[in-house]
């Protein structure tokens, strides 16, 4: 009767473990306040606000991202938020998908408001002026890629506007 409640006990602290695992970022490193940052010094080149992290969106990114990890698609959610989508074929940190968002910044021409060249989308989303919340997530694929979320609120991207 010991050993059973020891295993009892022993299986409970594991799966207790495997999920406090799973609910941790991939890479510890890579913080909220990394894609803050990242964003807010993007946004202060062209002289927008700062974003605020915000947890009802990291809660759906991070239920969007659990959900696209069986095939790791960059497929937008749909939801009522902006969002900027990112993977790779190795531990892609946050900030590391942030740069490439802002690294678009080339292909951004606001003469035309258009892209040229190349895409730009994710980055006039993360300079839009009026969105002021974002909440970003990360998750593993079953492919070994990462997926990685940004959402902002309110959304940007509209045909037509300027971004600031």
Same mark, same amino acid.
């Given at each position: 009767? !010991?050993l059973?409640r020891?295993l009892?006990?022993t299986? =409970?602290?594991f799966? !207790?473990?495997?999920?406090i695992?799973q609910a941790l970022?991939?890479?510890?490193?890579?913080?909220h306040?990394d894609f803050v940052?990242?964003?807010n010094a993007?946004r202060a %080149?062209?002289?927008?606000g700062p974003?605020?992290w915000?947890d009802?969106?990291?809660?759906?990114a991070?239920? /969007?991202?659990?959900?696209?990890t069986?095939?790791?698609n960059? %497929?937008?959610?749909?939801g009522?938020y =902006?969002?900027?989508l990112? %993977?790779?074929?190795? +531990?892609?940190?946050g900030?590391?998908? #942030? +740069?490439l968002?802002a690294? +678009?910044?080339?292909? /951004?021409?606001y003469?035309?408001?258009?892209? #040229? =060249?190349? %895409?730009?989308g994710?980055?006039?989303?993360m #300079?839009w002026r009026n969105?002021?919340r974002? !909440?970003?997530?990360?998750?593993k694929?079953?492919?070994g890629w990462?997926?990685?979320?940004c959402?902002?609120d309110?959304?940007?991207?509209y045909? =037509? +506007?300027?971004p /600031?």
């Amino acid at each position: 009767m !010991g050993l059973v409640r020891s295993l009892e006990a022993t299986l =409970g602290l594991f799966m !207790g473990l495997i999920l406090i695992t799973q609910a941790l970022p991939p890479n510890q490193s890579d913080s909220h306040q990394d894609f803050v940052d990242l964003h807010n010094a993007v946004r202060a %080149e062209v002289g927008v606000g700062p974003v605020k992290w915000n947890d009802t969106l990291v809660d759906y990114a991070q239920n /969007y991202a659990n959900q696209r990890t069986a095939d790791c698609n960059l %497929e937008h959610s749909g939801g009522p938020y =902006g969002e900027n989508l990112a %993977e790779g074929s190795w +531990e892609m940190t946050g900030k590391e998908a #942030v +740069e490439l968002w802002a690294d +678009e910044k080339r292909s /951004y021409d606001y003469a035309s408001n258009s892209c #040229v =060249g190349d %895409e730009c989308g994710h980055y006039t989303q993360m #300079v839009w002026r009026n969105s002021v919340r974002i !909440g970003c997530a990360r998750a593993k694929c079953s492919n070994g890629w990462m997926f990685v979320i940004c959402n902002y609120d309110p959304p940007g991207n509209y045909y =037509g +506007e300027r971004p /600031y």
